[in-house]
């Protein structure tokens, strides 16, 4: 009688957990199905992009877009609707124009980089030296490319996962200034991009103290390649470059953030957003009205079953120049600690195509009751846990909170992003509630659960 | 006996024509082959592209174009090698922007339109009016539009012959003439384009005596798109724009002019070939490069067989108005009896999926044995005979010269033409090859036999 004794007494201490998490799986599946058919997301991209468009840091949009972000977390019946200001680096465009004079003349299409120089009112005017590479250029002694124009052409690799970005992008975030110690007087560099249309892509560099500070634009496809085929020819190409664009050290900045308060344990935080900033030249659609569109509305799907725990959404402010995560890291640190999990949303409308929970998580009632309700979505739950997690969650990671990646495929997101064709028109509707379906089927199982995923890390082998 | 006889006497008068059907057929097919792995057309766009780059006529650009064309058709072993010179109309761009002021304010890509005037210096700001088509606009009374900016913003339908380039095309052609009638101090059209990206696609208007010449441009289709979605939300739309170009009634154009001389009969002249003139805002690749490399190319395979007839190429030196078509017909209207046949390459890169040829020709055995060595390349021969033949060799059809078109698939072309994106890369080496293997087939068979295009036109039922 033993065995069968035992075996009785483990069904009644496993049964209510069991029970929960059939009925998180039957819930999180109707809640699903909510999702697909919600328009909640489409529309609060329609709006953001049509009523307030471009908003770099320290502009007029920017301010709009505060104020949007306010307005429409309070209609949508979120509560602690709040604006954190903090202090954030604003870089924005002027007057830019760049043509080859020498040997054939052509207009270029240059898109100049957040934190780039001006250049002299009058322009710079110079050869240019062009590099297959960073490599190539780095490996060159100090000096080599005094008085040239420097010019990276490596295209990106188009990938499902955005891995071709991380690859490549150092020519953009670190190029400028590995030319500038080199004595270059200006840095372009082929786009972050994976399209072939004449629209360059912009986005930061980073800005070593120990480098001088160049002007540095992107250079459409195309417009690369025609630099590529001009030095083929054998004869010095020169490039006549104009930029006039204004940086400043610190402006106010804001975070913008709405609750949906948890019934039981409120202290109990889930942290998600997108980022409320866009770069100047499109109107921020893909990157990211779509990622404050997927968490806000699958939030709202979540309040109406008054989950537990409290969901908090953040629209970070200053995601492009990568403050907006430093000052929330920085203005929440006491709080990590309750931060159930943290997830960005910043790689455009979808489909979500991986999911990547925290370590040790999969296997927990509520993760298989969130595994059961995506499972008709096409969604790979990885082995490997998930470890970034974007750029305005990345503090909180590194302080402790434990962190989940739900990837949208972004085999056209780099077409797009960070380019005038950033626009509402690339949105797919389909492919965005696809995403919804997903994040609200993740918040429910965690917010109506207590799934704990410190503790499930720290047993995990 | 009598039926054998007549069976004999058949056979040996249709022999020689059966023979020569079968050599035409079999050599067609070789050339074809050799058109296939022949990179002649490609290294033609690359270098026009490149070392010449945006051409309209009246520009540095055209200048060097017209070297270019010389130099090239000296180089590749053209006879009578020459330019012909006459006067076209000159529109060039100058600064151009545009932007929503209210309700929120939005930068907009255009590009203005061939013809177009400018705006006063300081710009000119207004309310718009919206139409889904110009039918809607041209229903309004005179005087409807009164100070307005009038829009139209009606998408063009995406075909593979090009009929929804007809189709739409009258709103860039007419709308701002009609929107002028009807008192609109400005008016933006949706481009005549296909494609999803923020540039917008330029091209000539009418300029009809009767109606006031007002500022008009094209919008990218988002930007278009983002005024609908602006208008829709029920308040005034107001629009700032600011254009200066310069339009000049005559300026020296040039048709540049090279032969295969015919060996047997060379005052018998088939007439092809493309347009070098180009828009401004990309480097004319897919219009014209390619029209003037596939040409150029199948002209050269074709003279290496020694062809009876003359194969004259002309590179049409101010397409874009509509000049170098009429100056050419004036200018060679003595030459039009002996023109065996006319047409021309103005639809890009290919494939070519359907030819039309001269009426009544199709049976004829020259045609068999073109058809025969086009069999594998995809070509539909369609039932009805060619009729247009493209802007410059319309005056030449008008004055009976016969036209064959061969058509290539333009499904994509519509997306790059007259925009910024009609670049090299665009081009695709093995969609060229084919259309050079067709026109070589075609030239081939035309030139190396005796059909005459007019009598079986006039023999047709």
Tied chains: 1, 2.
Excluded: C
């Amino acid at each position: 009688m033993r065995p069968m004794f035992f075996a009785a007494l483990a069904a009644s201490i496993l049964l209510p957990a069991v029970v929960q998490a059939q009925d998180l799986a039957a819930k999180a599946a109707e809640l699903r199905d909510k999702a697909l058919a919600d328009p909640t997301a489409y529309e609060l991209v329609e709006s953001l992009t049509t009523e307030v468009g471009a908003r770099p840091v320290g502009s007029a949009g920017m301010e709009r877009a505060r104020d949007w972000g306010v307005a429409k977390l309070k209609a949508l019946g979120f509560s602690n609707v709040r604006v954190e200001e903090f202090q954030a680096q604003s870089w924005l465009r002027g007057e830019e124009s760049a043509e080859v004079v020498a040997p054939f003349p052509h207009k270029l299409h240059i898109l100049g980089l957040g934190r780039s120089a001006s250049t002299p009112r009058g322009g710079v005017e110079a050869e240019i030296a062009l590099f297959g590479s960073l490599d190539e250029l780095t490996a060159l002694p100090p000096g080599a490319l005094k008085g040239k124009i420097a010019v990276v052409s490596q295209p990106m690799p188009k990938t499902q996962d955005g891995s071709g970005y991380g690859f490549i992008n150092r020519n953009r975030t670190l190029g400028a200034a590995e030319a500038a110690r080199r004595g270059a007087v200006a840095y372009l560099t082929r786009s972050s991009s994976t399209d072939d249309t004449r629209l360059p892509h912009t986005g930061a560099m980073s800005q070593p103290t120990d480098a001088p500070v160049i002007p540095a634009a992107a250079l459409s496809t195309p417009d690369a390649e025609l630099l590529e085929r001009l030095v083929a020819r054998g004869q010095p190409v020169r490039i006549r470059l104009k930029m006039e664009n204004t940086f400043r050290e610190a402006v106010p900045a804001w975070n913008v953030v709405g609750e949906i308060t948890g019934t039981e344990a409120p202290d109990e935080i889930i942290v998600i957003g997108g980022h409320l900033d866009a770069w100047d030249p499109g109107t921020g659609a893909i990157d990211d009205a779509a990622g404050i569109a997927i968490t806000t509305a699958a939030a709202r799907l979540v309040a109406a079953e008054r989950p537990r725990r409290t969901i908090r959404v953040v629209m970070w402010g200053a995601e492009e120049l990568n403050d907006s995560g430093r000052a929330y890291g920085a203005a929440h640190k006491d709080e990590v600690a309750r931060m159930v999990v943290v997830s960005e949303s910043d790689s455009g409308d979808g489909p979500i195509w991986r999911v990547r929970l925290p370590k040790g998580s999969a296997s927990h009632p509520a993760m298989r009751a969130f595994a059961a309700a995506v499972a008709p979505l096409q969604v790979v739950l990885a082995p490997e846990p998930a470890t970034g997690g974007g750029a305005d969650v990345a503090d909180l990671v590194r302080q402790g909170a434990p962190v989940a990646s739900l990837s949208p495929d972004v085999t056209r997101y780099f077409d797009l992003h960070h380019s005038a064709d950033d626009t509402f028109d690339k949105v797919d509707p389909k492919k965005l509630a696809q995403s919804v379906a997903v994040w609200t089927s993740f918040l429910y199982t965690v917010a109506a659960s207590d799934i704990d995923f410190r503790q499930l890390a720290a047993e995990a082998p």
